[in-house]
């Protein structure tokens, strides 16, 4: 081997890695290095450049908030996922363990995808359980429920309405109803939902979903209590001419605040459209796909 | 969705988003794309990361779905080093290269030549193996080095250029 091909080789052996583990001939070019002081004088600065330049870029910090972000992505799509898979009675595949890395720490954003990933199993059929759950909760819910008719459910509707320019009349009214400790019943919720979404009624207001979801004029279908890691959500279908919109609406006071920002997140998942956001202290979620499809 | 799908994601975020952003911000040279760019990737392994064989190697799917997203977005052609560089080219002053920031030094690689960007990027940010970034980008282990060679000798011309010019 000579210097010159030596150098070669050595030149390829990255920064942090001298040896160059993965270089054929490092081994050889090293030993040459080490005998020849011209050579190896070469080789000290080459180390030296490809050091510097390499901790040049390890000094790149990506955005403080991106790993958030990114986990409220993932935790957007697994909730879609699972939420899908219930509705098709479908099994989700796992992802791959990731076996090999180290049990990451606690983070702030534990929570959020935690509550996001419910730890029952997946697409089970309803169980007694279930069953006396709901009946713990229907009978808990009669009680509020009229308590918060009487007193809270009037006066928070017409502030509702009152603030339907903040963000939207639908988004406040929904807000509205996610304040309730335990879900109104469905007929009220149905129709004062359809009261809300006839544009008659709220003339042009502003889209929390954007211009593509349409929800004016939309037909409430259902509307659902359910009870994820034990935080309450509420859950309506509704149908907005050729698309049904499930909306899913969390309390973010069941969240630490600096997990959940007022942004908006999209994606498609398993062909539903999943766009989350949060404002008025809830975070909201919908999955939205064409009527017609499978 | 279990308890364990979501602990191998923030695992799997926590791990590797730094070093798939710094990637990303030597390809893009430009912190809103990287930062779409890494969201993409994890997005989609969250999505279709099931889908991945049992036993397939991770980090070299997310830096090759990463370059892979990068390309499809690159619309316009990226400008031709210039050509007759010497086989070896001295490093640059020492000082010229300790005056650079981060972003500066990553904004060498849009001189580039397109072909060595990638594997010269990974060569530095040295989170894969010869044989990670070879799977990684679809490329013989051989081509690599061939890359990572002519890459250094660009990167060091350019450096060399820019510290004369200042």
């Known amino acids: ?294 | 969705m279990s308890r364990t799908q979501s602990l191998n994601f923030k695992k799997l975020v926590e791990n590797h988003f730094t070093g798939l952003y710094r990637f990303a911000y030597c390809l893009a040279n430009d912190e809103q794309t990287a930062c779409d760019l890494t969201q993409h990737t994890f997005f989609l392994y969250a999505n279709k990361g099931a889908l991945l064989r049992e036993g397939a190697k991770i980090k070299p799917w997310l830096y090759a779905t990463l370059y892979s997203e990068f390309l499809r977005q690159r619309t316009a052609p990226h400008p031709e080093a210039p050509g007759g560089l010497p086989a070896t080219a001295p490093p640059p002053v020492p000082e010229f290269i300790a005056a650079l920031d981060g972003p500066s030094a990553a904004a060498a690689f849009a001189h580039l030549d397109e072909p060595v960007r990638a594997p010269l990027a990974l060569f530095y940010l040295h989170n894969l193996t010869y044989p990670e970034i070879a799977e990684a980008l679809d490329t013989p282990v051989e081509a690599v080095f061939a890359r990572v060679a002519d890459g250094k000798i660009q990167l060091k011309k350019i450096l060399a250029d820019h510290a004369d010019q200042s």
């Open chain 1, 1 to 294: 081997m000579t210097p010159d091909e030596a150098k070669a080789i050595l030149h390829l052996c990255p920064p942090g890695d001298e040896g160059g583990a993965d270089v054929p001939g490092a081994g050889e070019a090293r030993d040459l290095a080490a005998a020849n002081p011209q050579l190896a004088a070469w080789w000290e600065l080459e180390k030296n450049f490809d050091g510097q330049f390499s901790r040049k870029l390890a000094s790149i910090a990506p955005p403080a908030e991106l790993a958030a972000t990114i986990m409220r992505g993932g935790a957007t799509i697994f909730f879609a996922s699972r939420l899908i898979a219930e509705s098709t009675g479908e099994t989700l595949e796992e992802l791959p363990a990731i076996a090999d890395e180290p049990e990451p720490k606690k983070s702030a954003v534990d929570t959020l995808a935690a509550a996001l990933t419910p730890e029952k199993e997946l697409a089970p059929p309803p169980s007694i359980n279930w069953w006396w759950r709901a009946a713990i909760f229907s009978v808990v819910l009669v009680v509020i429920l009229l308590l918060v008719m009487l007193l809270v459910l009037p006066t928070s509707l017409n502030s509702g309405a009152a603030a339907g320019a903040q963000l939207s009349d639908f988004t406040h009214y929904a807000a509205q109803l996610a304040t309730l400790p335990v879900p109104p019943p469905s007929g009220h919720t149905l129709a004062e939902l359809q009261k809300y979404l006839d544009a008659s009624h709220a003339p042009n207001p502003p889209d929390p979903l954007g211009p593509s979801s349409n929800l004016n004029g939309a037909t409430p279908i259902s509307a659902t209590a359910e009870i994820w890691n034990t935080h309450p959500i509420t859950h309506y279908i509704v149908q907005s001419g050729p698309e049904v919109t499930h909306l899913f609406i969390l309390n973010q006071a069941e969240f630490p605040n600096d997990e959940v920002e007022a942004k908006i997140f999209e994606d498609t998942v398993d062909g539903y459209r999943v766009q989350t956001w949060s404002g008025d202290g809830f975070i909201y979620m919908t999955l939205s796909r064409p009527a017609t499809h499978p």
